[in-house]
């Protein structure tokens, strides 16, 4: 049973425009939330990251939305760039300590 | 520094031959994990270590050892190779398990 989805397997958006990348989580006992981004042939890199205690963090272009009542969270990106072509991971924890559960990723194409 | 380092990064094993991922950091981490990369599948942990001396299994871990006898390194054995660990696999390292740091990966086929 996939306790981290990322329903959607690709997203394609203008440049310029905003990206909206959602998750969608099961375990109720996950209290640390991250996204990663990943470049063909290259390891994933850490993007931005969530506690569970806060509904909102914000980087640069980069914003989490935490919605635990949902268990949804987002990632969105304003504005858009070609260079923010990749996949992107979802990925949750519970607990100091615990091991990082992972979502299938979804494959973002920004159209110049 | 140079992070997380993996070798080779990249192998083509026969069917039951046996062979070792290498992985090594240099950031005195103390979590270090396997994962592997298939298509459509995302990431899957292998196994995982949160200290030199320590290992447990994640999601996939028939086929494969582990063990950590430093801080530094955690390789992965393939014991005996089978096309269905034909995967893309990732070594990671992390001081508590959050921030976790990718190395570039080893692109494994098994014929």
């Known amino acids: 049973d996939q306790q981290v989805k990322q329903n959607s397997p690709s997203l394609s958006v203008q440049e310029g425009r905003i990206s909206i990348l959602n998750c969608d989580y099961t375990?109720?006992?996950?209290?640390?939330f991250l996204w990663y981004k990943k470049y063909p042939a290259e390891g994933p890199t850490f993007l931005i990251s969530i506690s569970s205690i806060k509904d909102k963090n914000e980087d640069g272009r980069f914003t989490v939305f935490l919605n635990k009542s949902a268990k949804h969270l987002s990632l969105h990106i304003v504005p858009s760039q070609p260079g923010d072509s990749a996949v992107y991971f979802c990925?949750?924890?519970?607990?100091?300590?615990?091991?990082?559960?992972f979502g299938k990723g979804i494959t973002l194409s920004v159209r110049p | 520094n140079a992070g997380v380092t993996q070798t080779p990064k990249f192998q083509v094993l026969k069917t039951g031959q046996s062979m070792t991922l290498q992985c090594a950091q240099d950031?005195?981490?103390?979590?270090m994990s396997w994962y592997r990369q298939d298509p459509g599948m995302g990431l899957r942990l292998i196994h995982y270590?949160?200290?030199?001396?320590?290992?447990d299994q994640g999601e996939v871990p028939n086929g494969y050892n582990v063990s950590r006898s430093t801080t530094e390194d955690f390789p992965l054995r393939l014991l005996s190779a089978a096309p269905s660990q034909t995967s893309v696999y990732f070594c990671a390292s992390s001081p508590t398990n959050t921030e976790a740091f990718f190395g570039q990966g080893t692109r494994l086929t098994v014929v």
């Open positions: 990925a949750a924890r519970s607990g100091s300590g615990s091991k990082l559960t």
């Open positions: 270590s949160v200290g030199a001396g320590i290992t």
């Open positions: 950031m005195n981490h103390e979590y």
């Open positions: 375990n109720s006992m996950f209290d640390y």
